[in-house]
């Protein structure tokens, strides 16, 4: 079963806007990752936030956390058409045995 | 390049076959982590060892075995496949397995015919 589910499913932007991804997850947890995915290829881990922290920055990318509401955004600001890919989020149940648990990941297409 | 190796990376075979993936974790990694993903069921966990250890289970079925050698590569056996065994396999590893990045394989892109 999916822990986490990303929204939307599909975002479409031009070069040099904004894309925000979110994911909402169903039980607490220890901490939510973000990965991204070149069409057909390994996934790249992207950041890692612990329930204890809020914001965490990566150069381009901004990632929030809201254990209240169950839920994570995903921030790309100035987005490239090198940033088209699929992205996912993971996470791992608190009290749980750690194994990261992925959403069905947004498809971003940065059209240039 | 994420240090995890895996092969071969397309493998074409037909139904009932029993096929083995194979992959070799970065350096130092001693947790490995098998996922299938397809695109009905999205990126399915499998299964995870550390150090030679089964550590926890997913959804894998029955006919799908894995084990973790003592070089610490890891193999995952499918058996009597079926169509809907189609699928990207993908290994991870990580140093403990614990709270940790996972680093992704390639990935064996596997056809049942």
């Known amino acids: 079963s999916q822990q986490g589910e990303e929204d939307p499913q599909a975002l479409s932007i031009q070069e040099g806007e904004n894309a925000t991804m979110n994911c909402s997850y169903k039980?607490?947890?220890?901490?939510l990752q973000w990965y991204r995915q070149n069409s057909g290829r390994g996934l790249v881990h992207l950041i890692l936030?612990?329930?204890?922290?809020r914001e965490k920055h990566s150069g381009r990318l901004r990632v929030t956390l809201d254990t209240s509401k169950k839920s994570s955004s995903l921030l790309i600001t100035a987005s490239r058409a090198a940033d088209t890919a699929s992205y996912f989020c993971?996470?791992?149940?608190?009290?749980?045995?750690?194994?990261?648990?992925f959403g069905r990941g947004t498809s971003l297409i940065v059209h240039p | 390049d994420s240090g995890v190796t895996q092969t071969p990376k397309h493998l074409i075979t037909a139904t009932g076959q029993r096929v083995t993936l194979r992959c070799s974790p970065r350096?130092?990694?001693?947790?490995v982590y098998w996922y299938q993903q397809s695109l009905d069921q999205g990126l399915q966990f499998l299964i995870q060892?550390?150090?030679?250890?089964?550590?926890a289970k997913g959804n894998i079925l029955e006919r799908f075995s894995a084990q973790q050698f003592p070089d610490l590569h890891s193999e995952l056996n499918l058996s009597s496949l079926e169509l809907g065994d189609s699928a990207l396999y993908f290994c991870?590893?990580?140093?403990?397995?614990?709270?940790?990045?996972?680093?992704f394989g390639s990935g064996t892109q596997l056809s049942v015919l």
């Open positions: 991870a590893s990580t140093p403990s397995g614990f709270n940790e990045k996972l680093f």
């Open positions: 039980t607490s947890i220890n901490n």
């Open positions: 936030i612990r329930s204890n922290e």
């Open positions: 993971a996470t791992d149940a608190s009290g749980g045995s750690y194994i990261p648990t």
């Open positions: 350096s130092g990694d001693l947790s």
């Open positions: 060892y550390y150090n030679g250890e089964e550590r």
